[in-house]
């Protein structure tokens, strides 16, 4: 599996950005793409994850009705489409992919996952 995470880059606080993960050899259908930070200094946090058996979907509590995940099958790419920026969301984010199944919030926990994109930089800042 390889991932190919893009679209950071810098954005003044309130604006917007849309990464991008398109995923490359798959085996399954069945697998959950999560969406990941890690600024420095801190751990690597959950952001939002998309389950590909029932579109379920899950995000960290500060990001809801800001970010939304969403996906393109045909082109086996997961998006996080981020509005309404804040300093806060400055961090390198990275997309995983693990094969499973079922939903869960626990999806957001980065210790489940088994593929790992490189990361791409989101600054927030005036």
């Known amino acids: 599996v390889q991932l190919q995470a893009s679209g950071g880059g810098l954005v003044q606080p309130g604006g917007s950005l849309r990464l991008s993960c398109a995923a490359s050899?798959?085996?399954?259908?069945?697998?959950?793409i999560g969406w990941f930070r890690q600024a420095p200094g801190k751990e690597r946090e959950g952001v939002s994850c998309i389950v590909s058996s029932d579109g379920s979907t899950y995000y960290l509590d500060s990001v809801k009705g800001r970010f939304t995940i969403s996906r393109d099958n045909a082109k086996n790419t997961v998006y996080l489409q981020m509005n309404s920026l804040k300093p806060e969301d400055t961090a390198v984010y990275y997309c995983a992919l693990v094969y499973q199944s079922w939903s869960s919030p626990v999806l957001l926990i980065p210790e489940g996952y088994s593929y790992w994109g490189q990361g791409t930089l989101v600054t927030v800042s005036s």
């Open positions: 050899g798959l085996t399954s259908d069945y697998y959950a």
